[in-house]
């Protein structure tokens, strides 16, 4: 993963319940990212992170929290909110224009 | 506004065969451009990138891309397919230096042996 762990890899959710994904690096870059990926769509933006204790919503971030508190971590958290949370999550980190993002392993979530 | 598409969301070749994925961007400032891979239940990996040096750009496992500023384009190829190379390719463009990058809906790339 270079340097960026996403956990759990898997995760059931029953509806109506909050659940966070973890993404944490030690790669000391500032900019953070957090995808959504389902089949035939692409990756859209949910949330992102450019320094600690500020973040800005992607295109799709209904639903959605995030925190940035540390400058290793963002956590994010799919409250009850999102109707359709079942979807590969996948965070990822701003390493410039050298290399472009580096991602996580991602997160399954399904809800059951 | 920025926006990439990527033509054909299904690609199948032989084992041996060319490798062609379409990318085709829109941008309004001088583009930094992307490929990504991915394969089943993995993040993306970086597989070549153009940040206005050479058009032609080479990446790793083979593959080579080339910027094609009248044609808005920044197909992927690969001389000959490996059974490997089977996994479902991102095309991304940025079009400043501050990363968030939007991404193509994704071709997956079929390898018949």
């Known amino acids: 993963d270079g340097g960026i762990t996403q956990s759990p890899k898997y995760l059931f959710r029953k509806e109506g319940q909050n659940v966070t994904l973890s993404c944490e690096q030690n790669?000391?870059?500032?900019?953070m990212y957090w995808y959504r990926q389902d089949p035939g769509q692409g990756l859209r933006l949910i949330y992102y992170?450019?320094?600690?204790?500020?973040?800005q919503k992607g295109d799709i971030a209904e639903g959605y929290s995030v925190s940035r508190e540390k400058k290793e971590s963002f956590p994010l958290t799919v409250t009850s909110a999102q109707k359709n949370p079942t979807a590969f999550y996948l965070c990822?980190?701003?390493?410039?224009?050298?290399?472009?993002?580096?991602f996580g392993s991602g997160t399954r979530l399904t809800v059951v | 506004a920025q926006s990439v598409t990527q033509l054909g969301s299904h690609v199948s070749v032989s084992e041996g065969a060319l490798v062609l994925l379409r990318c085709n961007y829109s941008?309004?400032?001088?583009?930094?451009l992307f490929w990504y891979v991915q394969y089943p239940n993995q993040g993306l990996q970086l597989l070549l990138k153009?940040?206005?040096?050479?058009?032609l750009v080479k990446g790793i496992n083979g593959f080579e891309a080339e910027f094609k500023k009248s044609e808005t384009s920044f197909h992927l190829t690969k001389p000959s397919a490996h059974m490997s190379d089977a996994a479902e390719y991102f095309c991304?463009?940025?079009?400043?230096?501050?990363?968030?990058?939007?991404f193509g809906q994704g071709t997956e790339l079929s390898v018949k042996p």
């Open positions: 990822a980190i701003w390493t410039g224009l050298l290399y472009g993002y580096t």
């Open positions: 941008s309004s400032v001088p583009p930094y």
């Open positions: 790669l000391n870059h500032d900019a």
């Open positions: 992170s450019q320094i600690v204790n500020d973040f």
């Open positions: 991304a463009v940025c079009g400043n230096q501050g990363g968030k990058l939007i």
């Open positions: 153009y940040t206005s040096a050479a058009t």
